[in-house]
Each structure stands twice: as structure tokens, then as C-alpha cells.
């Protein structure tokens, strides 16, 4: 297998979940998202979880890790769409959940 680092990840188009105030972190709201379905996994630039994708020149794949439990992820957009500094994270049952349930499609970008 003949691999290497991009310089890409992944990230998920969310819709339909609920964000649920679970304290601070690095002095603003926290957030756990709960529920929802993916509709899509894009291949972006930055990924929110901060690991780029490996791709194997031989069978022209890409792998990576799409989400990663408990991790605090920076947002701009809080409870009911409203604009609002904040961070979210994903617990393991919830991507467990969103996990069994996406029957959505690959993009580049969002």
C-alpha cells in the first residue's frame, strides 16, 4: 500500500439536531448536539476534527476519521441558528446514531 497525508478531511452536513447547553469551555457556551441527520460527509480543507485524510495512491482511496467523540469543536451558530460564538461536540451513542442512519452522499466542500 503506497500512502501519504493529504491535506484534506472530512466534514458532515448536519441537519435536524438539537443543541442541548451542557456549560463553558474556553469561556463560551458549550453544546451538545444531539440527534440529526447527516446528509452528506464533504472533503474539506480544515476539518472541524483536526486530522487530515490518508489516501492510498494504489486503490485511490481516501480514509479518515469523519468524527470523534467529546471533542469541542468551535461554531458560530448556536441554539435555533442563532449567530452566537460558541462550541458543540458529538457524543459516542449520538455518533453511533447518526453513524447507523446516514444514507447520504460524499461532496468536495460544503
Keep these: 500500500m503506497n500512502t501519504f497525508e493529504t491535506q484534506t478531511g472530512f466534514s458532515i452536513e448536519l ?12 469561556n463560551l457556551p458549550l453544546y451538545e ?14 476539518p472541524a476534527v483536526e486530522i487530515n485524510s490518508i489516501a492510498d495512491e494504489d486503490t485511490k482511496m481516501l480514509y479518515g476519521v469523519v468524527m470523534r467523540p467529546n471533542l469541542n469543536i468551535f461554531r458560530d451558530t ?14 459516542e451513542h449520538t455518533i ?12 468536495i466542500g460544503h
Design 33 to 46: 448536539s444531539i440527534g440529526g441527520t447527516i446528509t452528506a460527509i464533504a472533503i474539506v480543507k480544515t
Design 96 to 107: 453511533k446514531k447518526l453513524h447507523e442512519n446516514y444514507n447520504g452522499k460524499i461532496k
Design 15 to 26: 441537519i435536524d439536531n438539537r443543541l442541548i447547553l451542557r456549560g463553558e469551555y474556553n
Design 78 to 91: 448556536g441554539r435555533n441558528g442563532i449567530k452566537e460564538n460558541c462550541y458543540w461536540y458529538f457524543s
